[in-house]
């Protein structure tokens, strides 16, 4: 008796001369618009191109946290139309993605930092998401193990409370995309590193690697922190830097976190994995690079603000420590899609420490974007073109603390 299946869960193909649509990074922001192309749009000659393993990247990379009680009504209505398709992705993939809503917890450690929060709780009910301001009585029954000493450094005197935030297996949403690309018979490239993009009038005509040249109807940048690099490629400028976003995993303990915590002042976050581990984040490192290993002063930092919260884990063994690079835009928020000057290159970048949230929704928008040539009404707001008009997106109070 066969007690596995031994078929591939995605297969290897060899690459074609020229594709409907090619799509650079074959993260969950690249792998969910291919999937949305193809289920709801019929397009299917697609090729996803990665320079390595699929989820090398950020998709790999992050805390795998999901929330969508960001402070502008552009961000919160689209988070929440992401973590609403997040919430049946498993059965639509019929993949399991492990996602435990659990719920999320913002402290606030000053006057300001509560004033701050409660604008977003207000902005977050108004647009019909569930989140509100919760008191130390209430943050002490949710987090019996938090500290709540008035004495120590910096004394949480309440916080944002998000109950339908999260955790998800972030490698999972990567394979269970990718199968469901396979089986509909779109093709995965990793390991296709692009070292081109050839230009004809206004078009890019011409995905080059180190070992082909691809003809494409439509060019998709999902590259997230290497963005500006691939856009450099076609000619298109963007306002983007990248910056290292570091983290780190501890021994498995018995179960006692909840609840994904988030310190804005404290610049640390931290959740328990169904393993039983921590999962410790800090914010960006504060100089530009490609980096992507981890360094002592930001492991001191995460270990030093995680035991002002929780300072029973003072014993705690660390047991890996890593770092994703993100693609910040001087706003906070991302460039959704396509370029002033390349009427058929479409860009999905500049999400920063935040993209894996919005995997869902930005390969939905994205896709109806490329299948007919309309912008969704939700990611609108996030066109390059804003960079022009002015018409910014001010994220920062919601998005610069990373999670």
């Excluded at 989820?55 to 009680?69: C, D, E, K, P, Q």
């Excluded at 509560?114 to 604008?119: A, D, E, F, K, N």
């Excluded at 019996?144 to 004394?155: A, K, M, Q």
């Excluded at 955790?167 to 396979?182: E, K, L, N, S």
């Amino acid at each position: 008796m066969q007690l596995f299946d031994k078929k591939r869960m995605w297969q290897q193909h060899d690459v074609k001369s020229s594709y409907d649509v090619v799509i650079i990074g074959a993260g969950a922001h690249g792998l969910a618009a291919a999937y949305y192309l193809g289920k709801l749009h019929g397009v299917r000659k697609v090729a996803l191109l990665d320079k390595s393993y699929l989820g090398a990247g950020a998709s790999g990379r992050n805390t795998a946290i999901l929330r969508s009680n960001y402070r502008t009504p552009e961000g919160i209505a689209f988070y929440d139309a992401s973590l609403k398709l997040y919430e049946k992705l498993s059965l639509d993939l019929d993949w399991n993605l492990l996602f435990s809503q659990c719920g999320h917890m913002t402290l606030g450690h000053s006057d300001a930092s509560i004033s701050g929060l409660r604008v977003r709780a207000e902005n977050n009910q108004l647009l019909g998401v569930n989140s509100r301001m919760i008191g130390l009585d209430e943050i002490r029954d949710l987090v019996p193990s938090i500290n709540l000493n008035p004495d120590t450094h910096s004394p949480i005197l309440g916080a944002l409370y998000h109950p339908p935030g999260g955790i998800i297996r972030h490698d999972a949403v990567v394979w269970g995309y990718a199968r469901a690309c396979d089986r509909m018979g779109i093709e995965i490239h990793p390991f296709t590193e692009v070292t081109g993009i050839k230009v004809e009038g206004a078009k890019a005509t011409k995905v080059v690697t180190k070992h082909s040249e691809i003809s494409a109807g439509a060019v998709l940048n999902a590259t997230a922190g290497w963005a500006s690099t691939i856009s450099e490629m076609a000619g298109v400028k963007l306002p983007i830097v990248t910056h290292p976003l570091q983290a780190c995993v501890t021994e498995p303990l018995k179960p006692f976190l909840n609840v994904v915590i988030v310190s804005a002042s404290l610049h640390v976050y931290l959740s328990q994995t169904d393993k039983g581990e921590l999962v410790i984040g800090a914010e960006i490192d504060p100089y530009q690079s490609y980096c992507m290993k981890g360094t002592l002063p930001t492991l001191e930092q995460m270990a030093t603000y995680t035991l002002e919260l929780f300072p029973q884990l003072h014993g705690v063994r660390v047991l890996r420590q890593w770092a994703g690079i993100c693609d910040m835009t001087p706003d906070f928020a991302p460039v959704m899609g396509v370029s002033r000057e390349l009427r058929n290159f479409y860009m999905d970048v500049g999400w920063g420490t935040y993209g894996f949230k919005a995997s869902p929704i930005s390969g939905k928008c994205m896709a109806e974007l490329i299948a007919t040539g309309r912008a969704p009404k939700l990611m609108q707001p996030f066109s390059p073109e804003r960079f022009v008009t002015g018409k910014l997106v001010g994220e920062k109070a919601a998005a610069a603390v990373s999670h």
